[in-house]
């Protein structure tokens, strides 16, 4: 059977993850990598999860092992809730404002599957979030693609690009915004306030909707926790989404989605549909978890943790790359990433071949491309290597940087 014959047009348009593809590289272990966002395991609570653990199997197993509910544990909503009220100051929800997802991935899919199709436009920055790029792909939207600033995305260009499609009357097909507000992945910049209030009066101006992704947000390392573009423009204008895999476990698989109750029970619908039930023994792990013990708190450490790391990593840029003339990186306020950009000239991905000799990896910028282009940047996670090996990993990076550019009759 000639299977390509069968597949269908959303079918073919799926793709791998380049990400996942570029980190099995970095099995060796002599091998450095700066490549994926994953948290350093010492940061689990897994003397505390697991006690939780035995308890809820053994005393709530007539719920844990159970079949449970699309929406996700209810006692895991209210503490979410609690949660975003302390965090962010946000009040007025209910239990039917949240669904819960297979972390924030499985909510970028939904949302896609919701809105989008080969007609429809959605608003991606440059660069932008590899999972949403290939959330929405699959879907045969078209984007829009806004080149991202110091401070968030440029809205000069997104509201000539939305004129445009207004004076040739296709302002209807565009669906969304999408925005990673707070250290944005890969380019670590956060969406000023400022920048953040002027979305939603263009997002008023031509009946969109704006994705707020905040993946990090309790992750910061400086700086003043900024509000969020939901609690400025309100569950009618905004969904947000956030999760549970930086902050307490990946593992957990735990995303949520915050909206208007009409969009999450139109949400509800479409994980029907992929999952039928949300896993009730992570969630109700997770609920304990937020019952007994207060996340804030127990996240100083590692906090702690990531800023030390970071500050590592910034200070071995500037050790050795401050005297290549041309290369600039974002010192981002908070999150896992650092955005490394070289000279016009360069090619990450192409150079990609030369850091693997010296085995040190980077996820570079084309990745993070809408259209395939080459890109002169990079994205460098800070967060599971050892302080040493941080340290030794740019010193690394300076040498693959140094043997391309010479080679390329760049530098």
């Not at 915004?177 to 000023?192: D, E, L």
């Not at 109700?284 to 996340?295: S, V, W």
Request: net charge negative.
């Amino acid at each position: 059977m000639n299977l390509e014959e069968k597949i269908s047009k959303y079918g073919r348009n799926m793709s791998s993850s380049i990400i996942r593809e570029i980190l099995k590289y970095a099995a060796d272990e002599d091998a450095i990598s700066f490549g994926g966002g994953v948290p350093d395991p010492e940061t689990f609570p897994r003397k505390e999860l697991a006690e939780i653990a035995r308890e809820i199997v053994l005393n709530e197993y007539h719920y844990t092992l159970q079949y449970s509910t699309t929406e996700g544990d209810p006692l895991l909503k209210r503490q979410i809730i609690k949660l975003l009220e302390r965090m962010y100051g946000l009040t007025g929800l209910d239990e039917d404002n949240l669904v819960f997802t297979m972390g924030s991935q499985q909510a970028l899919d939904l949302i896609g599957k919701i809105f989008l199709d080969d007609e429809s436009y959605c608003v991606l920055d440059d660069p932008a979030y590899l999972g949403a790029i290939n959330a929405f792909k699959q879907y045969l939207a078209n984007f829009i693609v806004v080149p991202l600033q110091k401070d968030g995305m440029d809205l000069d260009f997104l509201e000539k690009k939305l004129k445009e499609l207004a004076d040739r009357g296709e302002i209807k097909k565009v669906k969304f915004i999408y925005v990673v507000s707070n250290f944005h992945n890969p380019a670590g910049v956060t969406t000023s306030l400022e920048k953040r209030k002027a979305l939603v009066e263009v997002a008023e101006k031509y009946d969109l909707f704006i994705v707020e992704d905040d993946p990090y947000g309790a992750l910061r390392y400086e700086g003043e926790t900024i509000d969020p573009i939901f609690k400025i423009g309100g569950p009618e204008r905004v969904v947000l989404l956030n999760t549970f895999s930086k902050v307490l476990s990946p593992g957990l698989r735990i995303g949520v989605v915050i909206g208007d109750k009409a969009l999450i029970r139109k949400v509800v619908q479409a994980k029907q549909s992929a999952d039928l039930c949300s896993p009730a023994i992570t969630h109700r792990l997770a609920a304990r978890y937020l019952e007994r013990y207060d996340l804030l708190e127990q996240l100083k450490p590692t906090i702690e943790l990531y800023r030390r790391k970071r500050k590592v990593m910034l200070e071995a840029l500037e050790e050795y790359f401050s005297d290549i003339p041309g290369v600039e990186w974002v010192k981002a306020e908070g999150g896992l990433f650092i955005w490394l950009s070289l000279p016009k000239g360069f090619d990450t991905w192409e150079m990609f071949e030369y850091a693997k000799r010296k085995k040190i990896f980077y996820v570079p910028g084309r990745v993070f491309k809408v259209y395939d282009e080459p890109s002169p940047s990079m994205r460098l996670s800070f967060c599971l290597p050892p302080d040493e090996k941080i340290v030794e990993g740019v010193k690394r990076l300076r040498e693959v940087v140094l043997a391309y550019g010479t080679e390329k009759s760049l530098i």
